[in-house]
């Protein structure tokens, strides 16, 4: 009876694919994220009758096919732009455009985040940039940025120029901030809090120069969240349709082998 196992098989799909929009409307109000998509494929068919065979002397045009099923093929994150929320504060930095801020772990991995609400880390006489997880924002140079405690102001160009005006009016500069892209974004390993790490799918990081390759750094914004709260309702609705139905063909099929079962001569 391959109807019984190939319901199963929607089912546990459709299970993964509840996950996966459930995970986008939780994550709905998280600064810079992005929204992900399980994808499909059909599984193995048995192949019956092989088509263009000789039967009798007549051709056969068409095969007799039947399928085994579907299975989970790849969950996709597409990183299109999420529209920009004013904050006010001066390090609160939005990415308008593709590409990512470069950022270190304390233990020295590379990491790579679009989440710019960024902080202070008081070290002595000087401030280090770094995330809400406490990561440190890098420069161009891949070296951490520490911020002049004596500043007045702050002030964030759209190339990424971190620069500040002290007590005599004076407009010094600090920093660039580190921004990367890769040839394949959607190959970037999510690894939680807002971060991502390169693979051998996503490719090498390779350094962007804002403003002049279609992205700008905007200070006292974030990005929010590009998750569609009602094409993911409509999604979650599709998906539990498909698992009623699913689960209806395991009920038949169960049914059936009952009749089948409970035969008398």
């Known amino acids: 009876m391959r109807a019984l196992w190939t319901g199963a098989t929607g089912m546990k799909s459709q299970q993964t694919n509840i996950d996966v929009i459930s995970n986008n409307l939780a994550n709905i109000n998280t ?3 992005k929204r992900q998509k399980a994808e499909f494929k059909d599984l193995l068919y048995a192949n019956l009758r092989g088509a263009n065979v000789n039967e009798g002397g007549e051709a ?3 095969g007799l096919e039947v399928g085994h099923g579907v299975r989970p093929s790849s969950i996709s994150r597409f990183f299109t732009q999420g529209s920009l929320e004013q904050t006010n504060n001066p390090f609160d930095l939005a990415l308008e455009g593709r590409g990512f801020f470069g950022i270190s772990s304390p233990d020295g991995e590379q990491l790579y985040t679009r989440d ?5 880390s008081a070290e002595g006489a000087v401030n280090r940039l770094v995330t809400a997880n406490g990561y440190s924002v890098m420069d161009e140079n891949n070296n951490p940025i520490f911020i002049p405690g004596e500043l007045r102001e702050i002030v964030v160009q759209e190339n990424g ?7 005599a009016g004076e407009q010094i500069d600090i920093a660039t901030l580190k921004l990367v892209d890769f040839i394949n974004p959607e190959g970037l390993e999510a690894l939680g809090g807002n971060t991502y790490g390169a693979t051998v799918a996503s ?3 390779a350094a962007v120069q804002a403003g002049a390759q279609g992205l700008s750094v905007r200070q006292s914004f974030l990005e929010a969240s590009n998750v569609q709260a009602v094409d993911e309702m409509v999604r979650m ?3 539990q349709r498909a698992y009623e139905t699913s689960s209806k063909a395991v009920q038949t099929s169960d049914e059936m082998m009952g009749i089948a079962n409970n035969m008398r001569r």
């Open 31 to 33: 600064t810079g994220y």
């Open 60 to 62: 056969v045009p068409n």
């Open 116 to 120: 710019g609400s960024f902080k202070y």
């Open 161 to 167: 120029l971190i620069q500040g005006i002290n007590e």
């Open 203 to 205: 490719g090498g990081e």
């Open 237 to 239: 609705i599709t998906a």
